[in-house]
């Protein structure tokens, strides 16, 4: 229902734009969120945009680095990545929550248990 895409193998400092687009979910009318998970540990919140209020958070380690961005127009959400890190290396998996749609609350926002869809993920490697 959701298709991630747009990883790859990048260079420290290098840049990458992943995508996340569905054919069934409006994702305007969602929370959409990127999360990643590398080797051995948590899957963990990277950023999110809210089709309803048009919020967007960023997780610390990525800000100033990572921009999310969504064209309507196509159903497809971005998230431009910049500067990259070898510790940004993981699966990325774009996700949508409904219950964040209407109530996104700040300190819930990366809980991956409240979204309800996932897309398959992508494979992000930094390294030289």
């Known amino acids: 229902q959701l298709q991630a895409s747009g990883g790859g193998l990048v260079q420290p400092g290098g840049s990458l734009t992943l995508s996340c687009t569905s054919s069934?979910?409006?994702?305007?009318?969602?929370?959409l969120a990127w999360f990643r998970q590398a080797p051995g540990k948590k899957r963990e919140g990277v950023s999110c945009?809210?089709?309803?209020?048009?919020?967007?958070d960023y997780a610390d380690p990525v800000k100033g680095r990572f921009t999310i961005s969504e064209d309507k127009s196509k159903n497809t959400v971005y998230l431009l990545m910049s500067n990259l890190e070898p510790e940004d290396t993981a699966v990325y998996y774009c996700?949508?929550?409904?219950?964040?749609?209407?109530?996104?609350?700040?300190?819930?926002?990366?809980?991956?248990?409240?979204?309800?869809?996932w897309g398959q993920g992508t494979q992000v490697t930094v390294s030289s």
């Open positions: 996700a949508t929550s409904v219950i964040l749609y209407y109530s996104p609350i700040r300190t819930q926002i990366f809980t991956p248990d409240l979204y309800d869809r």
């Open positions: 069934e979910i409006n994702l305007s009318e969602s929370n």
């Open positions: 945009i809210n089709g309803r209020d048009g919020s967007i």
